[in-house]
């Protein structure tokens, strides 16, 4: 074997044992397995599965990390096949990054109803607006460079935070996106290390029901009750709840333009641990384009943060875990 072969073995090798949070920083992640996001412009009727038609996106950078980095954002116009059409294309989406004191720890910018407050909170560090042309169809637009120090420094998540707004400003169609945090302002280039997260989930479902889409809220040690709602799930199949603890509860799912609330009891092994929400569709006359809204409250009423790295990895059951709860 020559030693270019070998070298190449040995990184592959090492490769494999990395975690894979070094390698997926894009939102929604791939172990999320959700189609898209997705924003309304503003006068689109909430029966489309927008009830507020603004998505706000934190991104985490580690406190070590010093190199520039970069905010993607894939089609972020409503104009193509992939956006939702009402009528004509006419919708307008307007993207900006904020940073600096109150970017993250401002209450409105962690609200299920933002616009209700300051969600503009902090440091306006980069906008722009796009229209229904085609530009960016299919295709990333970059904002930055960001110096990490740019965001606002939070202390229990080890980090700077920088905010992403989407918001609808005019029009009533369907803005489906992405997002990714890079190093690179041409490539999807990850920080290890880093992260991203919302409190209220605006995404497309896919149409194939084999597919099984996921969000993982964190719960913490002072955690003792969640509530799960979700809006406009179109009696679209179920909601099933896993944690390390428990296989699986199932949640109730609302009908359109309508929110539903189940409330989930948290047993002492699940905390300080990601929760595993499954949503899973019907397999009979599974419904299309298929766009839902889903937040997580916590028994004091504050919002838990979805991490689209999941704290601690994505949630296995425990089968010795769940036995001994079986008997309480």
């Not at 520039?68 to 059409?85: C, K, T």
């Not at 935070?161 to 489906?176: P, Q």
């Not at 709602?229 to 799912?253: C, H, L, P, T």
């Not at 989930?264 to 019907?282: A, P, V």
Request: hydrophobic share 35%; proline share 5%.
């Amino acid at each position: 074997m020559n030693t270019l072969i070998k070298k190449h073995l040995f990184i592959l090798l090492i490769a494999s044992y990395l975690p894979i949070a070094c390698f997926s920083q894009a939102a929604p992640a791939d172990d999320e397995n959700i189609a898209s996001l997705i924003t309304f412009g503003k006068n689109a009727e909430t029966s489309w599965g927008d009830n507020d038609h603004v998505q706000i996106f934190f991104f985490l950078i580690p406190e070590k990390f010093k190199k520039p980095v970069y905010i993607r954002v894939f089609d972020p116009e409503a104009s193509g096949d992939d956006d939702e059409l009402n009528g004509v294309f006419d919708t307008e989406t307007t993207f900006s990054v904020y940073g600096g004191k109150k970017c993250w720890s401002e209450e409105a910018a962690q609200s299920s109803n933002p616009t209700s407050g300051n969600y503009k909170s902090g440091n306006l560090k980069a906008t722009k607006t796009f229209g229904n042309t085609s530009k960016y169809d299919k295709t990333w637009y970059t904002f930055g460079p960001f110096n990490p120090t740019e965001g606002e420094y939070v202390q229990k998540f080890g980090g700077n935070v920088l905010k992403v707004i989407a918001e609808g400003i005019s029009g009533d169609d369907g803005n489906k996106y992405k997002f990714y945090l890079s190093t690179s302002p041409t490539d999807n280039v990850p920080i290890e290390g880093a992260n991203a997260f919302a409190y209220d989930y605006c995404f497309r479902m896919w149409d194939d029901p084999k597919q099984v889409s996921h969000i993982y809220p964190y719960v913490d040690d002072k955690t003792i009750s969640v509530k799960i709602s979700n809006f406009d799930w179109d009696d679209d199949g179920f909601i099933r709840i896993v944690s390390v603890a428990r296989k699986g509860q199932m949640e109730a799912v609302s009908g359109q333009d309508n929110w539903v609330t189940t409330e989930f009891k948290i047993i002492q092994e699940e905390k300080n641990t990601s929760l595993d929400i499954q949503m899973i569709k019907r397999k009979n006359a599974p419904v299309k384009n298929n766009n839902v809204v889903i937040n997580v409250r916590n028994q004091y009423g504050e919002l838990l943060p979805f991490y689209t790295i999941p704290i601690g990895g994505v949630p296995k059951y425990k089968y010795s875990i769940g036995v001994k709860q079986k008997t309480e």
